[in-house]
């Protein structure tokens, strides 16, 4: 039976157990449409291996992982000194989250990652993965030796740097989203424009998504997901202000609000709290989209206009303040008391991909919408008529019965919502602000031209001036 035996060479050093792995041919990694560095790589040889390995984290003798001999009685491909899975990686990374986004085998054996039958490296660079037991292994995304590209060595032992190695197989194949599709469009994500900035998953400062004093702005994948706890959601979770398990396992920040129209204060929730409550989706929007760090000029500070505390506000934080509006004047699934995520307007306008990583529509919204005053015909598809129902504040030729659902309608007033959007083609921003006020009811924004001048309102009705007449009265058609 010894004799019978295959015998393998002996390892007598490091650059022999290099030479036994055999050489790996590696192409380019570019993601389609970035800017990102170009990962051009060479054949490589046991010195360039062995050079590359000592700059990385696993730095150190190759016996760690690789036997110098070999006699064993159960001997396991490239020399290792265990199976070739996932088991050999978790005999060294016993510590959750420590200096990273992994926390341990059980959590990563759930991820869709690590349960999906499509995730297997698909190539060409390195070359795809083709043994049997391929999927779900570290070894799909990361080599142990580590990998170089034209601007050094890639951090974290991966493939390739940054969105060049999501997007590898997240271009419909093998996985089944097309994400590189969405980012392509005119309104993205800056996904691909920038590279370096990102620090990985231990980001915890302001500074480290601010604008300045260094601009440090990115959105790069792990900054929304973390590929070691990510899976699909066990059940719908429309309606309600819960986290996709899509995005499980990623740094947050939660808003303590306080009175309207200040900013409130921020408590920073890393990757591995998720338990923490609530854990809410908007939470990962506020790192970027916050007075929590120091936003570019112009861009809206979420936080502040999304305070449950403020007159007015879409509900996101908390259901709307005017619970009596009717059934009616909402599209079906939405009423009065729903919640809404940011996922509810802004994602990918092709139905079958989600996300908010890019759009062919401005502000990344699924559905049309022009932030602007000046006189539109607006269409039923536009973004408003998703939940709030086009017959109801846009068909002038509804009934009376339908209109009603709104009070500012007929038959209270002759000149309400379906007549000012239907037959004067004034658009929603026209009158109204989108995401909340910190001065006004009902969404209302004064000052736009064309738009409100000044605005009273009692239990039965009130007055509207705005650029295009004077002072006019109404009435509601049901109580405030």
């Known amino acids: 039976m010894e004799g019978s035996r295959r015998r393998r060479p002996s390892l007598t050093s490091c ?9 790996i041919v590696a192409r380019a990694i570019v993601a389609p449409g970035t800017d990102a560095v170009a990962e051009t790589r060479a054949s490589r040889t046991a010195a360039t291996i062995r050079s590359v390995l000592d700059r990385g984290p696993h730095a150190g003798t190759c016996e760690r992982c690789h036997t110098m001999h070999a006699e064993q009685s159960l001997p396991e491909s490239f020399a290792l ?13 016993t510590t959750p989250w420590k200096g990273g986004s992994y926390p341990d085998l059980f959590t990563y054996a759930r991820s869709s990652h690590g349960t999906d039958a499509a995730m297997v490296w698909p190539g060409p660079g390195p070359v795809a993965r083709t043994e049997p037991d391929a999927a779900g292994k ?3 995304c990361h080599d142990p030796h580590g990998w170089t590209d034209t601007a050094g060595d890639i951090p974290n032992l991966t493939y390739a740097r940054e969105e060049a190695l999501c997007l590898s197989c997240h271009d419909g194949s093998p996985a089944s989203s097309h994400v590189s599709a969405d980012f392509a469009k005119p309104y993205a994500h800056p996904t691909s424009l920038v590279s370096g900035r990102h620090a990985g998953a231990g980001e915890s400062l302001p500074a480290d998504f601010g604008a300045a004093p260094v601009n440090r702005r990115h959105a790069e994948c792990e900054d929304c997901h973390n590929s070691h706890v990510a899976h699909r959601d066990d059940e719908d979770v429309a309606g309600t202000t819960e986290l996709s398990k899509l995005n499980l396992g990623v740094s947050r920040v939660r808003a303590e609000f306080g009175a309207a129209g200040f ?8 990757g591995a709290d998720t338990v923490s409550t609530p854990y809410a989706e908007s939470q990962v929007c506020y790192k970027c989209h916050s007075s929590y760090t120091n936003q570019p000029p112009g861009q809206t500070d979420l936080a502040l206009v999304l305070n449950p505390a403020n007159p007015s506000y879409h509900p996101v934080e908390a ?17 009065a008391s729903s ?15 989600r996300g908010v990583h890019g759009s062919n529509y401005r502000f990344l919204l699924k559905s049309p919408y022009t932030a602007s005053p000046q006189p539109r015909i607006m269409d039923p598809d536009e973004i408003c008529f998703t939940c709030h129902a086009w017959d109801v504040y846009a068909n002038p030729s509804s009934p009376e019965a339908v209109q009603s659902a709104s009070r500012f309608n007929a038959p209270g007033t002759s000149q309400g919502h379906a007549s000012h959007v239907g037959e004067r083609d004034v658009p929603c921003y026209g009158c109204h602000t989108t995401h909340g006020s910190t001065s006004q009811r009902h969404l209302i924004v004064i000052g736009r031209n064309p738009g409100i001048v000044s605005y009273t309102e009692t239990a039965s009705g009130g007055t509207c001036t705005a650029t295009c007449h004077g002072p006019q009265p109404y009435a509601v058609n049901y109580a405030r």
């Open 138 to 140: 570290c070894v799909n």
């Open 263 to 270: 900013a409130p204060a921020y408590t920073f929730l890393a």
């Open 81 to 93: 000194v265990g199976p070739d899975d996932n088991s050999l990686c978790a005999s060294c990374h």
């Open 319 to 335: 259901p709307g303040r005017d619970l009596s509006i009717r059934l009616a004047s909402f599209t079906p699934g939405w009423s």
């Open 15 to 23: 650059a022999g157990i290099a030479l036994a792995l055999g050489v």
């Open 339 to 353: 919640i809404t995520r940011c996922g509810d307007c802004h994602g990918s306008d092709f139905p079958s991909s």
